[in-house]
């Protein structure tokens, strides 16, 4: 079945650092992917999406390029601040009508 | 505000207990999602309902069900409950079960069982 592999945190890094957080799939056929982003105390949030292979997704400075060759969604910002700081969970949608998601990785950016 | 809304935002209750969890879709969202989320298990999808039907089970136990009512609010009903159970509930909304749509999650419920 689909999964969804990424990179352990937590990741600190100093305000305007580059931000790469790993993301890896599997799945059957070309599922659609996406970045979820949580903030303390709230609910999940959809970051950006890519809906099929070199696409893509992109938003508040973030993108992630779904690359089929190496089954992968990585996701990254030239210049973090202090606000991105929050947990960033990876995911893929199963033919079943499902969200993969990955274990998330939690991302704290200091001033 | 991602315009689901899940009540209550808190529930404390004790092991053997049984409790409901509501949901309400975003206006015009047909599509009803249940997710747990808990420290060992990370996030999770329970269950899918699409205009009042079930359409996906994942990872629910049998202790658990929903349902999903004519004005497209759900319920997840949790029954025996369990010190394990004990995690934060998410419901999710979207227009259709087609894969490229976004989920619009609420803001959860988070239940400890004592």
């Known amino acids: 079945g689909n999964s969804v592999t990424q990179m352990e945190g937590p990741v600190t890094l100093s305000e305007e650092a580059f931000l790469t957080i790993n993301c890896t799939y599997t799945?059957?056929?070309?599922?659609?992917l996406f970045w979820y982003v949580q903030y303390p105390g709230e609910g999940l949030q959809l970051l950006l999406k890519?809906?099929?292979?070199?696409d893509k997704g992109s938003n508040k400075g973030f993108e992630a390029t779904y690359r089929k060759e190496t089954t992968s969604f990585h996701l990254e910002k030239g210049s973090v601040q202090v606000s991105d700081s929050a947990v960033y969970f990876c995911?893929?949608?199963?033919?079943?009508?499902?969200?993969?998601f990955g274990q998330g990785t939690e991302l704290s950016v200091k001033p | 505000d991602s315009g689901v809304t899940q009540t209550p935002k808190h529930l404390i209750t004790a092991t053997g207990q049984r409790v409901t969890l509501r949901c309400s879709p975003r206006?015009?969202?047909?599509?009803v999602y249940w997710y747990q989320q808990s420290l060992d298990q990370g996030l999770q999808f329970l269950i899918q309902?699409?205009?009042?039907?079930?359409?996906a089970k994942g990872n629910i136990l049998e202790r658990f069900s929903a349902q999903q009512f004519p004005d497209l609010h759900s319920e997840l009903n949790l029954s025996s409950l369990e010190l394990g159970d004990s995690a934060l509930y998410f419901c999710a909304s979207s227009v259709s079960t087609s894969g490229g749509n976004e989920q619009f999650f609420g803001p959860g419920t988070r239940l400890t069982v004592l």
């Open positions: 890519a809906t099929k292979a070199d």
């Open positions: 799945a059957t056929g070309y599922p659609s």
């Open positions: 309902y699409y205009n009042g039907e079930e359409r």
């Open positions: 995911a893929n949608y199963n033919q079943g009508g499902k969200l993969i």
């Open positions: 206006s015009g969202d047909l599509s």
